[in-house]
């Protein structure tokens, strides 16, 4: 069992392979958060490291509390979640108003459970188990019973794996209506405030830029209030001991699996403790929760290394990739795909698109995708989304005609939808203009002159099923692009009555959530890319339903270096779409070359961004050559570790690597941005390998030793501005 619960000490232990979490529960009545960390054996003396009875200035004692002549105080003391209303003055996990006005909640433990495996989570995307051995759950139970609410405590500790995972249901077991305001799915205490905050900030096209921070005496906090995860911030942070760095020293990494409105951060306090929190964002939020009714928070996965920020990342790559993906292509390699996007735009038609495809066949592509201005009378971005019906005058035969041609040349065929969209200017906005979001009276205001479909509306869900079945149904396609290109502006619903109105972003990702799961679950053999104007909603809820996501809409190989290095705080290469693109690139105006490109691009899922049949006979040999290399290494970068072993944010010099899943084959690759003349990294050591194994290099069959890549380092070399340097090594096993 991962998870025992001490009768004597009255402490629920969560055991992973390296890891112990550890609850107390005082007096049958409060739960105590006291360690979490490097995996403990015994609880021997655990009780005595915190002081109960802890007084301090202007902290009140909790009426239930009283013991002898000792006062106990939540205010000070590490709680495992924490309401508003009473003593616990810090920021509260859960705030409530109920009928009588009260915003006071007072929960007290009333029973627990503990079973193998994991319950799945109501309408949310979560991580999963595939047989009972592989993680055990807790549900503890606290009750009020004066409002008769009930929130449920979920923790799964994930043995292998060394993760554990939280979420919360809140149940109404009373007579009366209560108003949700905020409900947390982590909240956690911390006796000290030596960390730094270490989290993933952005923009368009400048996705998941990593900053660390040393924590401020207050809040440090990251949210969403765009109705999306957002490019702004990723629902992701870690705390991190000062001296922690990619392979040495305490993480604490939070991830949350939800792709919408959220918030996260860490508050510390006058006695130097520090409270982390994350959940959906709590500003415009209230839920109406009537009599037995529940409500479920989404779910929050917790890894601590205590070997530095790269084993943190390497644990939630690897569960990631095989306990939070599903369906066939979780395990399957992915098609090197090509998208028409860069290479064309919205200027198409079937002749076009079946040139790239043939030129893009020789050099050893994979599956075409057709990207967006296929229907409706999209001929840039300003009109027919939601007119799903095909351009006859860009493609005479259809999607149907044009996918069998594609089949025809040996190759996939995938398409591009955004179906969450509706612009003004369509068939289907005419038809229903209360099917977006909008406030009766207010004007709607456009982005890429679009409005966003109220997901929170059943028949909404069921219009978009309905045409992603029937195109899935009636065409050979291997390969959908899910795009979403704005942020929610004028959050209303011509459906739900107005004490329920700040329910409408959270509905809306119920809704997004159920589409999802019904389309990728009738349709498990095809492979699904998620995006939202690049990387703007690449979360690891999202993840659940996609198994790769566009990174950025930024193709260029050196902002790749920071957008890729940023991401794999906590999503796995596998999951990171990147393609080679043209140059001058698109975005930047920068011109590097296509082995950079195509050496940047391979340490994602790799694929083509660009108008081949405009290439040289040279360049399409070279793409070739790309091909058939990431052919012969795409499994160790697919399902291998990843160590970063130099970062773009501190120095000239990017490299990363990759551990075949055997540990038998290393992929090092290394790239400069700027060169600087014998400042540039010239000797960079590797990591994870076998430190008394050899090493035998694919490129000229020289020798090395584990012990001397690692210690010592291997010989890079002056790089040129925008270079890069690629290297397999084999071990040698006698
Ligand atoms: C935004 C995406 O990120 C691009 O890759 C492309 O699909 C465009 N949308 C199409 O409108």
Request: net charge negative.
């Amino acid at each position: 069992m991962a998870i025992i619960f001490n009768e004597e000490k009255k402490m629920f232990h969560l055991q992973t392979k390296k890891t112990s979490y550890v609850m107390w529960l005082v007096d049958d009545y409060v739960l105590l958060h006291l360690y979490y960390g490097e995996r403990l054996e015994s609880l021997a003396g655990l009780e005595d490291t915190v002081n109960i009875f802890e007084e301090s200035g202007f902290s009140a004692n909790d009426y239930n509390l009283e013991k002898k002549d000792n006062l106990m105080s939540t205010d000070v003391l590490p709680m495992e979640y924490s309401f508003f209303g009473s003593t616990d003055l810090r920021k509260p996990a859960f705030h409530a108003q109920y009928e009588n006005g009260s915003r006071i909640t007072k929960m007290k433990y009333l029973s627990h459970t503990i079973t193998a495996s994991k319950p799945k989570l109501k309408g949310l995307p979560a991580t999963y188990t595939e047989n009972d051995k592989e993680a055990d759950t807790l549900e503890i139970k606290m009750h009020d019973e004066l409002t008769g609410l009930t929130l449920i405590y979920r923790y799964t500790a994930f043995n292998e794996y060394d993760a554990i995972t939280r979420s919360v249901t809140a149940v109404n077991e009373g007579t009366q209506k209560i108003n949700i305001k905020s409900i947390m799915s982590l909240s956690m205490d911390f006796y000290d405030n030596e960390f730094e905050f270490i989290h993933l900030w952005g923009g368009w096209g400048r996705e998941r830029y990593l900053e660390r921070t040393p924590l401020i005496r207050g809040n440090m906090n990251i949210e969403s209030r765009r109705g999306s995860s957002s490019h702004h911030h990723s629902p992701f942070f870690a705390l991190a001991r000062k001296n922690a760095s990619e392979e040495q020293g305490e993480v604490y990494g939070f991830s949350l699996l939800y792709s919408g409105n959220f918030e996260a951060g860490a508050e510390t306090y006058n006695r130097e403790h520090t409270r982390v929190y994350m959940g959906i964002n709590s500003f415009d939020f209230n839920w109406l929760l009537e009599e037995r009714e529940e409500f479920n928070a989404p779910e929050v996965v917790m890894v601590y290394s205590a070997n530095g920020i790269g084993e943190m990342s390497r644990t939630y790559h690897k569960l990631y990739r095989e306990r939070l993906a599903r369906g066939k292509f979780r395990d399957k390699e992915r098609p090197i795909l090509i998208n028409n996007w860069e290479a064309t735009y919205f200027d198409f038609d079937e002749e076009k698109i079946l040139n790239i495809a043939k030129t893009a066949k020789i050099a050893g592509i994979e599956l075409m995708v057709l990207d967006d201005g296929w229907f409706g009378k999209r001929d840039s971005d300003n009109c027919s989304l939601g007119d799903w019906y095909e351009n006859k005058r860009k493609l005479p035969n259809g999607i149907k005609g044009l996918a069998e041609k594609i089949n025809a040349l040996g190759m996939q065929f995938g398409l591009w939808f955004e179906p969450e969209m509706i612009s003004v200017n369509s068939d289907l906005y005419r038809a229903h203009p209360d099917w977006c979001l909008h406030v009766e009276g207010r004007g709607r205001s456009e982005s890429r002159r679009q409005l966003i479909l109220d997901l929170s509306r059943d028949d909404v869900c069921e219009y978009i099923i309905n045409i992603l079945c029937t195109y899935l149904e009636n065409a050979p396609i291997a390969y959908i692009k899910w795009d979403m290109n704005r942020n929610m502006t004028e959050v209303g619903s011509a459906k739900l009555s107005p004490d329920r109105q700040q329910e409408i972003y959270h509905r809306y990702m119920l809704g997004l959530y159920n589409i999802l799961e019904t389309v990728t679950q009738k349709f498990p053999d095809v492979l699904f890319e998620g995006c939202s104007g690049g990387g703007g909603r690449f979360d690891a809820g999202m993840m659940h339903y996609f198994n790769q996501y566009w990174t950025s809409d930024d193709t260029d190989a050196v902002e790749r270096l920071y957008i890729q290095h940023g991401t794999s705080m906590v999503m796995p290469p596998v999951f990171m779409g990147a393609h080679v693109s043209a140059v001058p690139n698109h975005q930047t105006g920068r011109t590097t070359s296509l082995k950079m490109r195509g050496d940047v691009a391979m340490c994602g899922q790799f694929g083509y961004e660009l108008d081949v049949t405009k290439m040289t006979d040279e360049e399409i040999e070279e793409i070739a050559k790309q091909i058939k290399y990431y052919k012969s290494v795409r499994e160790i970068i697919h399902k291998g570790d990843m160590y970063r072993l130099k970062s773009p944010f501190e120095c000239n010099c990017t490299a990363w690597e990759f551990i075949s899943e055997d540990e038998n084959t290393v992929l090092f690759s290394c790239f400069t941005a700027q060169a600087k003349l014998y400042l540039t990294e010239n000797r960079i050591r590797l990591s994870g390998l076998e430190q008394t194994a050899d090493y035998k290099r694919r490129e000229d069959g020289k020798i090395f030793n584990g012990g001397v890549l690692m210690n010592n380092g291997i010989l890079i070399g002056e790089l040129r501005d925008f270079e890069s340097k690629v290297m397999v090594f084999d071990k040698i096993i006698n």
